[in-house]
């Protein structure tokens, strides 16, 4: 048979149990609101790491995307002008290199004037004497600054010397190409020629 101190007992015992449990004098509406809000803040700190890996990914693109774009804006990235024509026309090229080098001209060249003038270059025979009597045409660009090739056609100054018409817009290497025409013999030149002030 039992007593009311064995049901007072028993109350008090499970009070006390749920009191440990909750922590909050058994409360458990606001252990519950814990636990949610707990399960909330999990779930929300989860959603970091998909982000994470989105950005590791993305960061990547843009900023070869920039590199791309930066590449391209620059005025000195130039493609090669003319370059499958020249590939078609390799066999002559080759045969004028070979028809220069039985010539044995030599060309001379000074640094390019800057902003106004005009530039000078110098023709010899294979035996080193100033050649005469030549006719002189020139393609000039900038090589770092994209622009289109010049053409211009020199006059003879002095024995020898042969002047174009050009002063560079600055300073910096640029793209010469010469031909040399006396008689039946053309001589042709290549090179890279800074200009300077």
Known sequence: ???GQDHGG??????????NRTGDDGNLALEAA???????????????????????????????????????????????KDYYKKALDWDQHAKQVAH???????VAVKPMPVGQGAWRVQLKDAH?????????SARIGALTGGQTMQALAGTEVAPGWYELPFA????????????????QDLYTWQQHVEATR
């Open 128 to 136: 080193g004497a100033p050649l005469q009597g030549a006719q002189l």
């Open 1 to 3: 048979m039992h007593t």
């Open 100 to 106: 220069n080098s039985e010539l044995g001209w030599q």
């Open 34 to 80: 814990r636990q949610v809000a707990q399960a909330r803040r999990e779930r929300a700190a989860g959603w970091q790491w998909p982000l994470f890996v989105v950005a590791l990914l993305v960061i990547p693109m843009i900023f070869g995307g920039w590199l791309v774009f930066e590449a391209l804006a620059d005025p000195g990235f130039t493609a090669e």
């Open 10 to 19: 028993k109350a008090g015992g499970t009070a006390g149990f749920v009191a």
């Open 168 to 183: 560079a817009a600055r300073p910096g290497i640029h793209d010469v190409e010469l031909q040399f025409h006396r008689g």
